[in-house]
């Protein structure tokens, strides 16, 4: 049988006698569950990478998490130490927009970026898209991760317990009845525990101790109603506490918090997801809705001397319709709506030593927004997707755009509208050879100012503040080598304005006591190369090999100036590859190479005449950079086939060039 060792075994079946024997056959490779069959899906997208979890399993340094593959893609930045940070194409953070089926993700990672807060087992696949995306996605100006959760097994019960120094896990999943399947999943870490007991069996006195913690949970029920009609329920939660205690430290007061010797960050969230997917009998119209409920909190606190916390329910509402018009043409309508009610509280001494508490209360924040999308392929070897989207912000207080903003214009009066903004997409790929295929993508975007609520507080910041606006531009080449091995090769330039940015001096009005601590007129640019060969998944090898060259600058608006960002990366190479071996086992190896991020040199310092203090004295912004960083992870993979189970063991080597220093900028 394809896939499986030869069998041969001899049974003596005595006369007059039923013998019945069961034969277990062994398949000639166990590294995936499902046989792999390749073929090319049809690529639509011009910055669009998929990672399937039979790759994520076998990268190097991610513990087999799949949302962390992300990190090996071209165009994202080493994330600091500490952080599950996404930072794409030299962007903040909050920038990007995460989801799951769909619905917007309120974490991402659990704390320090160690895992995802989604079990990679219950995953299908992880798309990202760095710039360019199609209308689908709203709110965001930077890039798009959508992870794909995957529906129960229905051919019979699985299980699977994850073991590591980390944390540990279970899944289990199978049919109850021919139409319905569950799937369930909890998660707990361990390295609060492992911590605390080496400090508590060893010599050491340490000035601090450290309390980290964190589980989820996933339940996922899909039911069958008929061939065309499928429906799902999924249930998903976590919490993060992460602390650190330091007895010696007298706090602040009491009257903010009565831990004033630690440092507390702690958040939990619930979600739930009701998914339904339809199909017309002849297959033309396809509708899919999904609809979200989350509730989200968190708190942090700093020795007595601040604390913050934050409770917020979001309503999450997605509908794409969409009907195939003929073989080269395909229309999609989508509604995507999301209400997010936030309660906040913010406690810190004044300067004068008065305790200032500052609370809001259903806080409404939101984005309604509406979309369409067309293919036309008149042409075999063209492909047209024009696509428009508007997005109105329920919470800004402004005029917003009433044509699309592809730049800020200055000479036609463009601030007519409401507080929203409309979107325009345009993206075309043309195979021009046999295996080569140009590709162009260019299209606006807006987001609610960021931070969220910050911005437009009425005490901190301009409750009229506009959108924050964005233009994607990106030129592409794609090759298919061979079956297996491509090549991607994508320029990009993205620009921004109504940027929001903290107040200069220079931008503080002296006559008027009542100032703002944010100024949303923030300019900023984008632009790079991005290269990516990639070897597919086969029996012998896969991996990729990615560059990106890349810079990001904000303008100053009081030296009129283009200074470079504190995200921006020059250089970024990554190797990722794995090898399977003999005996169902694997190795593979992920090297890194990053130009270290800039920073502000520190020239001098400043004493007070009285000798009650010392204050740095700053060189040019950003004028310096930080050290080159490399890496080098490694991964031993080995497997246990039994009769029914399997048992496997690996060791995954993150950063073993610990001591391995490079002098020189690349």
Same mark, same amino acid.
């Given at each position: 049988?394809?896939?499986?060792?030869?069998?041969?075994?001899?049974?003596?079946?005595?006369?007059?006698?039923?013998?019945?024997?069961?034969?277990?056959?062994?398949?000639?490779?166990?590294?995936?569950?499902?046989?792999?069959?390749?073929?090319?899906?049809?690529?639509?997208?011009?910055?669009?990478?998929?990672?399937? &979890?039979?790759?994520?399993?076998?990268?190097?340094?991610?513990?087999?998490?799949?949302?962390?593959?992300?990190?090996?893609?071209?165009?994202?930045?080493?994330?600091?130490?500490?952080?599950?940070?996404?930072?794409?194409?030299?962007?903040?953070?909050?920038?990007?927009?995460?989801? *799951?089926?769909?619905?917007?993700?309120?974490?991402?990672?659990? @704390?320090?970026?160690?895992?995802?807060?989604?079990?990679?087992?219950?995953?299908?696949?992880?798309?990202?898209?760095?710039?360019?995306?199609?209308?689908?996605?709203?709110? #965001?100006?930077?890039?798009?991760?959508?992870?794909?959760?995957?529906?129960?097994?229905?051919?019979?019960?699985?299980?699977?317990?994850?073991?590591?120094?980390?944390?540990?896990?279970?899944?289990?999943?199978?049919?109850?009845? !021919?139409? *319905?399947?569950?799937?369930?999943?909890?998660?707990?870490?361990?390295?609060?525990?492992?911590?605390?007991?080496?400090?508590?069996? /060893?010599?050491?006195?340490?000035? @601090?101790?450290?309390?980290?913690?964190?589980?989820?949970?996933?339940?996922?029920?899909?039911?069958?109603?008929?061939?065309?009609?499928?429906?799902?329920?999924?249930?998903?939660?976590?919490?993060?506490?992460?602390?650190?205690?330091?007895?010696?430290?007298?706090? #602040?007061?009491?009257?903010?918090?009565? =831990?004033?010797?630690?440092?507390?960050?702690?958040?939990?969230?619930?979600?739930?997801? %009701?998914?339904?997917?339809?199909?017309?009998?002849?297959? =033309?119209?396809?509708?899919? &809705?999904?609809?979200?409920?989350?509730?989200?909190?968190?708190?942090?606190?700093?020795?007595?001397?601040? &604390?913050?916390?934050?409770?917020?329910?979001?309503?999450?509402?997605?509908?794409?319709?969409?009907?195939?018009?003929?073989?080269?043409?395909?229309? =999609?309508?989508?509604?995507?709506?999301?209400? *997010?009610?936030?309660?906040?509280?913010?406690?810190?001494? =004044?300067?004068?030593?008065?305790?200032?508490?500052?609370?809001?209360?259903? $806080?409404?924040?939101?984005?309604?927004?509406?979309?369409?999308?067309?293919?036309?392929?008149?042409?075999?070897?063209?492909?047209?997707?024009?696509?428009?989207?508007?997005?109105?912000?329920?919470?800004?207080?402004?005029?917003?755009?009433?044509?699309?903003?592809?730049?800020?214009?200055?000479?036609?009066?463009?601030?007519?509208?409401?507080?929203?903004?409309?979107?325009?997409?345009?993206?075309?790929?043309? !195979?021009?050879?046999?295996?080569?295929?140009?590709?162009?993508?260019?299209?606006?975007?807006?987001?609610?100012?960021?931070?969220?609520?910050?911005?437009?507080?009425?005490?901190? #910041?301009?409750?009229?503040?506009?959108?924050?606006?964005?233009?994607?531009?990106?030129?592409?080449?794609? $090759?298919?080598?061979?079956?297996?091995?491509?090549?991607?090769?994508?320029?990009?330039?993205?620009?921004?304005?109504?940027?929001?940015?903290?107040?200069?001096?220079?931008? *503080?009005? %002296?006559?008027?006591?009542?100032?703002? %601590?944010?100024?949303?007129?923030?300019?900023?640019?984008? +632009?790079?190369?991005?290269?990516?060969?990639?070897?597919?998944? /086969?029996?012998?090898?896969?991996? $990729?090999?990615?560059?990106?060259?890349?810079?990001?600058?904000?303008?100053?608006?009081?030296?009129?100036?283009?200074?470079? +960002?504190?995200?921006?990366?020059?250089?970024?190479?990554?190797?990722?590859?794995?090898?399977?071996?003999?005996?169902?086992?694997?190795?593979?190896?992920?090297?890194?190479?990053?130009?270290?991020?800039?920073?502000?040199?520190?020239?001098?310092?400043?004493?007070?005449?009285?000798?009650?203090?010392?204050?740095?004295?700053?060189?040019?912004?950003?004028?310096?950079?930080?050290?080159?960083? @490399?890496?080098?992870?490694?991964?031993?993979?080995?497997?246990?086939?039994?009769?029914?189970?399997?048992?496997?063991?690996?060791?995954?080597?993150?950063?073993?060039?610990?001591?391995?220093?490079?002098?020189?900028? &690349?």
């Amino acid at each position: 049988m394809p896939g499986y060792e030869d069998f041969n075994e001899r049974e003596y079946i005595p006369r007059n006698e039923e013998t019945t024997v069961r034969y277990y056959i062994r398949r000639v490779s166990y590294s995936d569950y499902e046989i792999v069959v390749y073929y090319k899906v049809e690529k639509k997208e011009v910055s669009r990478r998929r990672i399937t &979890l039979t790759e994520v399993k076998h990268v190097p340094g991610l513990g087999g998490d799949a949302v962390k593959v992300v990190q090996a893609m071209p165009g994202v930045a080493r994330p600091l130490f500490g952080s599950g940070s996404i930072v794409v194409r030299g962007a903040s953070i909050w920038d990007s927009q995460f989801y *799951l089926d769909g619905m917007l993700l309120p974490h991402l990672y659990h @704390f320090g970026g160690l895992k995802s807060v989604y079990n990679a087992d219950a995953l299908e696949s992880v798309d990202f898209y760095p710039g360019g995306f199609n209308t689908r996605y709203g709110n #965001g100006i930077a890039g798009a991760i959508e992870i794909t959760g995957r529906g129960p097994k229905t051919d019979r019960w699985h299980g699977t317990v994850d073991l590591s120094v980390m944390d540990g896990s279970f899944l289990v999943e199978g049919p109850v009845t !021919e139409k *319905l399947s569950i799937m369930g999943s909890a998660r707990r870490s361990f390295i609060g525990d492992i911590l605390r007991a080496v400090v508590n069996n /060893s010599e050491m006195d340490l000035p @601090f101790t450290i309390t980290p913690f964190y589980w989820d949970y996933l339940l996922r029920g899909d039911y069958t109603v008929s061939k065309n009609n499928h429906v799902y329920c999924t249930l998903f939660g976590g919490r993060d506490s992460l602390t650190f205690i330091f007895p010696s430290i007298t706090g #602040g007061s009491t009257e903010i918090t009565d =831990a004033t010797d630690q440092l507390g960050i702690r958040q939990t969230f619930h979600m739930g997801i %009701l998914g339904w997917d339809w199909k017309g009998n002849d297959d =033309a119209w396809e509708n899919a &809705l999904r609809y979200s409920l989350t509730f989200n909190n968190g708190r942090q606190s700093a020795f007595g001397f601040y &604390l913050s916390g934050y409770h917020a329910v979001c309503n999450h509402l997605r509908n794409q319709l969409s009907r195939q018009l003929n073989g080269k043409s395909r229309i =999609a309508f989508g509604l995507d709506m999301d209400v *997010l009610t936030y309660d906040m509280i913010l406690i810190i001494p =004044a300067e004068d030593g008065v305790i200032q508490r500052d609370t809001s209360d259903n $806080w409404t924040f939101g984005d309604v927004g509406a979309y369409i999308n067309f293919e036309w392929r008149q042409v075999d070897r063209l492909l047209v997707m024009p696509g428009f989207r508007y997005d109105y912000y329920p919470e800004l207080q402004y005029q917003g755009s009433i044509i699309t903003d592809f730049w800020d214009y200055k000479s036609f009066n463009n601030r007519r509208g409401i507080s929203g903004e409309p979107a325009l997409h345009l993206t075309v790929r043309y !195979e021009f050879a046999e295996k080569h295929t140009a590709k162009f993508s260019a299209g606006t975007y807006s987001q609610t100012p960021k931070p969220m609520g910050q911005v437009i507080h009425e005490t901190w #910041g301009d409750p009229a503040m506009a959108a924050t606006k964005a233009a994607h531009y990106v030129f592409g080449h794609e $090759w298919q080598i061979t079956d297996l091995f491509s090549s991607d090769v994508q320029f990009y330039i993205n620009r921004r304005w109504d940027i929001p940015r903290y107040a200069e001096p220079e931008d *503080l009005d %002296l006559s008027n006591t009542d100032q703002k %601590l944010w100024v949303g007129d923030g300019k900023g640019r984008m +632009y790079g190369l991005e290269i990516m060969l990639r070897h597919d998944k /086969s029996e012998r090898f896969f991996g $990729w090999f990615a560059y990106s060259i890349s810079r990001a600058e904000r303008y100053n608006p009081i030296s009129r100036a283009w200074e470079l +960002y504190g995200e921006d990366e020059t250089h970024n190479m990554q190797l990722v590859g794995s090898w399977p071996l003999q005996r169902d086992c694997d190795i593979g190896l992920r090297a890194r190479y990053v130009t270290g991020k800039p920073t502000t040199p520190v020239i001098g310092c400043i004493e007070d005449e009285n000798g009650n203090y010392i204050e740095p004295e700053y060189g040019p912004k950003n004028s310096e950079r930080l050290a080159p960083f @490399f890496q080098l992870d490694l991964r031993v993979h080995k497997k246990f086939v039994f009769r029914k189970w399997m048992f496997s063991v690996y060791l995954d080597l993150v950063n073993t060039n610990y001591f391995f220093v490079v002098s020189d900028q &690349l």
